[in-house]
């Protein structure tokens, strides 16, 4: 009979194959296995995988450990995912974490550039610009320009864009596809990318990566992130300089300009629409802030 262990690899091996879990989830999942086995025997049982146990280990985490509830909020979600597995594998009737409540997370508005921040003259014209320079810009009209994700841009190859109909087909999270539309800014810095690849011997192949390494790999996502950063500080923005503000600044900016809810979820590949929500949360702040400011009797 399998133990908890083999059973624990197994569930990783389908989400990676089967599920096709990003490279980073598997990997999250695995560290967070590996902490709930750490407190069982190599040759425990998969009986030993109960709701007492699961809850003793998030009490653990709490108390003992003192994490942050998004850390336990990760470990507890890949215990429900584990389980869920268990069941359809017929190895348990129900899920044993099911009943495992996620911890409460405080009510947080995301962070984001307002659309001045993000204004065209904030981008000083590029004189004999680098790759590096260019992929930065590349990149921005990704993520602010499309919405997509870091690592959906990392991943994305040529054979994604259609440059005649202004789209590009990005692989999100489960390997979902979706279909946006790209600016007429980016399609102008795409083909400055192309340029200046050529120039240097590069010349992109249809279903090769769009962002490549000197050696011919695909850049990794940190030296994607670190772009942002440095395109974000060249503008003077001193709040988090990260890809996933300005993913948040592209659904604001589209909602404050009178998108519908349901087209910025499907734009952003939200799963849910409760995901997407938190965005009209954001502009109903800003409408109190200018309401306070405003108004002589607020």
Same mark, same amino acid.
């Given at each position: 009979?399998?133990? =908890?262990?083999?059973?624990?690899?197994?569930?990783?091996?389908?989400?990676?194959?089967?599920?096709?879990?990003?490279?980073?989830?598997?990997?999250?999942?695995? /560290?967070?296995?590996?902490?709930?086995?750490?407190?069982?025997?190599?040759?425990?049982?998969?009986?030993?995988?109960?709701?007492?146990?699961?809850?003793?280990?998030? !009490?653990?985490?709490?108390?003992?450990?003192?994490?942050?509830?998004?850390?336990?909020?990760? $470990?507890?979600?890949?215990?429900?995912?584990?389980?869920?597995?268990?069941?359809?594998?017929?190895?348990?009737?129900?899920?044993?974490?099911?009943?495992?409540?996620?911890?409460?997370?405080?009510?947080?508005?995301?962070?984001?550039?307002?659309? /001045?921040?993000?204004?065209?003259?904030?981008?000083?014209? =590029?004189?004999?610009?680098?790759?590096?320079?260019?992929?930065?810009?590349? =990149?921005?009209?990704?993520?602010?320009?499309?919405?997509?994700?870091?690592?959906?841009?990392?991943?994305?190859?040529?054979?994604?864009?259609?440059?005649?109909?202004?789209?590009?087909?990005? =692989?999100?999270?489960?390997?979902?596809?979706?279909?946006?539309?790209?600016?007429?800014?980016?399609?102008? !810095?795409?083909?400055?990318? /192309?340029?200046?690849?050529?120039?240097?011997?590069?010349?992109?192949?249809?279903?090769?990566?769009?962002?490549?390494?000197?050696?011919?790999?695909?850049?990794?996502?940190?030296?994607?992130?670190?772009?942002? $950063?440095?395109?974000?500080?060249?503008?003077?923005?001193?709040?988090?300089?990260?890809?996933?503000?300005?993913?948040?600044?592209?659904?604001?900016?589209?909602?404050?300009?009178? +998108?519908?809810?349901?087209?910025?979820?499907?734009?952003?590949?939200?799963?849910?629409? +409760?995901?997407?929500?938190?965005?009209?949360?954001?502009?109903?702040?800003?409408?109190?802030?200018?309401?306070?400011?405003?108004?002589?009797?607020?």
């Amino acid at each position: 009979m399998a133990t =908890l262990v083999e059973h624990a690899d197994k569930f990783l091996e389908y989400i990676a194959t089967q599920r096709r879990f990003s490279p980073r989830t598997t990997d999250t999942y695995r /560290k967070s296995l590996a902490k709930f086995l750490a407190g069982f025997p190599k040759d425990a049982p998969l009986s030993c995988f109960t709701t007492e146990s699961i809850r003793a280990f998030v !009490w653990k985490l709490r108390k003992t450990e003192n994490l942050a509830i998004t850390s336990i909020d990760l $470990h507890i979600a890949c215990l429900k995912s584990f389980g869920r597995y268990l069941v359809r594998s017929h190895e348990f009737q129900s899920n044993p974490a099911e009943s495992v409540p996620m911890p409460k997370r405080p009510k947080r508005l995301v962070s984001f550039l307002s659309q /001045k921040d993000l204004a065209e003259e904030k981008f000083r014209e =590029l004189e004999n610009p680098s790759l590096p320079m260019i992929r930065a810009r590349l =990149l921005l009209e990704l993520i602010y320009g499309s919405g997509l994700r870091i690592s959906e841009c990392q991943s994305l190859d040529w054979s994604r864009i259609d440059f005649g109909a202004n789209l590009v087909r990005a =692989l999100g999270k489960g390997s979902k596809e979706r279909i946006v539309p790209i600016t007429d800014q980016a399609h102008q !810095w795409f083909d400055t990318y /192309k340029l200046k690849l050529s120039e240097e011997g590069r010349l992109p192949t249809k279903k090769a990566p769009v962002f490549l390494n000197g050696e011919g790999k695909p850049h990794d996502v940190r030296t994607l992130r670190r772009d942002i $950063h440095a395109l974000l500080r060249s503008i003077g923005w001193e709040g988090k300089a990260s890809p996933h503000v300005l993913r948040h600044s592209f659904a604001t900016h589209l909602l404050e300009n009178g +998108a519908d809810l349901i087209s910025v979820k499907e734009m952003l590949g939200h799963a849910s629409l +409760a995901t997407t929500q938190v965005y009209t949360h954001v502009s109903a702040e800003r409408l109190k802030e200018s309401f306070k400011k405003a108004h002589p009797r607020a």
